[in-house]
């Protein structure tokens, strides 16, 4: 068997109300976990952006810009100059009235090579995406690129096991989360452990349950929007297909590039053959809301 | 909002080839257990024999007992004495040449509540299930108890999220795995504690995604059977609906009791509202095989 290694770069970093700063900034880290290597490299969630949904301001609708707008053709033009790929999650103006949470997949010549529309939405305090983002249409598919397949999902979309799976069953190698999660103040003394503990529970999951690669990244952080205050908590990370994290960053601006043995994922579910013994037959339950049916 | 807590026994032991010994010394447990304040008690799978499938062979098949035969009738006769829910896995004959890997829940009268067949069903080598057991039909439904909503489910059904999901759609507010897992001499140097955290990691991530309690009961002990010798790692355990887990035994016998606070699930679930998020639309990818669709 041929082995075939890629090297994942994972940007953290604090973003400002200075959009063009911010935008700066990550080509800068860009640049350098390409120096270091990285053929793949994943960017946090509206990753050029404070994370505006602490509030709902319609105002905000402004900051939206379509997919071959200022943001994603300057990621463009920096993926086509490194020859690599650059997953750039951003505000996805669609239509009037219509805007997403969204990433596109960049190739090493600067098209695109998909975009994805993340489907699992959160309204939780100072957590308000369901007023700016309409749950996404595009499924969740793998997109194949010169350096692996990749299955991209953003943030809240981990805490469903089901993302993972489809992806895993539609033959991605490689799960990439970009992420905004962080700890609300009044909760962090009582739950703050937990939360951050939990979150790194279900990337290890994914990566178990699929025998495959996982890497999560997230923004760092204290970030103030009127009342509401976030501290972002980084730790982005990646899961070998048995789960075990095999970077993981601190708290603060930090890059990773990490190398991914894809043959792994063939060893690890010689082990663990999950996927032979799925009982498709069984789980029409997973396409309903609910049952209140017992026994 | 009324707290309703549960007392949670685990009997924890390890098997010799006496099977009435180990019928015997597990009831000792459960009525400790009893004694301890539990109200539902989980024996660990195949409990009253040794883990026969490191080797296949038909004889073993004369073990296979019907669902109201001497070890389940002895158990009912102990959960109306003690009047309590008692979960107990044994290897079912069905009918000639077909058996199953099959528990029981048992009401505090001794009467049936509900029968679970294991409906993922191993083939790895030292585990060669699908030699002796056929299929589970029984799909994905909880039991209501007097003591609360049970999800059963056994052993290798913990690697699949499908089947917790099930259950936890399906209303259960406590996930139960009766389980036989252990290590392979060849591989524990190198994998041992990859496989354990794994196993930890699986169960964990359950609660988390569903908002639910779960809880582990495997045996412990070194069992050989012809060539074969597999160390079972024990490490029982409860985790609540954070995955935070609450309790968790060595790998020596031992009987866990353990209270499990129902009302957590509803905290939980208010902090972290998953289920209202679920793309029910787009998992129709759940009940296929595989697929190659890629874009």
Redesign the interface.
């Known amino acids: 068997m041929s082995r075939q290694v890629v090297s994942l770069g994972l940007v953290q970093r604090a973003c400002s109300s200075d959009r063009k700063g911010n935008l700066v900034g990550t080509c800068e880290a860009v640049r350098e976990a390409a120096r270091r290597g990285a053929t793949i490299v994943v960017l946090q969630e509206l990753f050029d952006l404070p994370y505006f949904c602490q509030a709902r301001d319609p105002a905000i609708f402004d900051l939206a810009q379509p997919l071959d707008g200022a943001t994603v053709s300057t990621m463009s033009t920096l993926a086509k100059e490194l020859s690599i790929v650059v997953i750039v999650p951003f505000f996805e103006r669609r239509a009037s009235g219509l805007c997403h949470n969204t990433l596109v997949v960049l190739g090493p010549d600067g098209v695109r090579l ?1 975009t994805y529309r993340k ?4 309204d ?1 305090p100072q957590y308000s995406e369901k007023f700016y983002f309409a ?1 996404g249409d595009s ?6 690129t010169p350096f692996g ?1 990749l299955g991209t999902l953003i943030c ?1 979309d981990q ?5 993972a ?2 992806l895993a ?3 991605a190698q490689i799960l990439l989360y970009p992420t905004a999660i962080g700890w609300i103040e009044a909760e962090k003394a009582q ?1 703050g452990d ?1 939360q951050l ?2 979150w790194k ?2 990337h ?2 994914h990566a ?2 699929n025998g495959i690669y996982v890497a999560a990244v997230n923004r760092v952080g204290i970030e103030e929007q009127g009342d509401s205050k976030l501290e972002f908590w980084g730790h982005s990370l990646v899961c070998d297909p ?3 994290i095999i970077a993981e960053a601190g708290e603060s601006e930090q890059l990773l590039v990490v190398d991914c043995d894809l043959e792994l994922i063939e060893v690890q579910r010689r ?5 032979r ?4 037959d ?14």
Do not use: C, Q
């Open positions: 998909s489907m699992h939405i959160p939780d749950p499924g969740f598919r793998p997109v194949t397949r809240w805490w469903f096991p089901e993302a799976r489809l069953l539609a033959n739950l937990a503990d939990a529970t279900m290890r999951a178990i349950a048995a789960g075990r082990w663990w053959p999950f996927f013994d799925r009982r498709i069984a789980y029409g339950g997973l396409l309903d809301r609910f049952s209140s049916g017992e026994k």
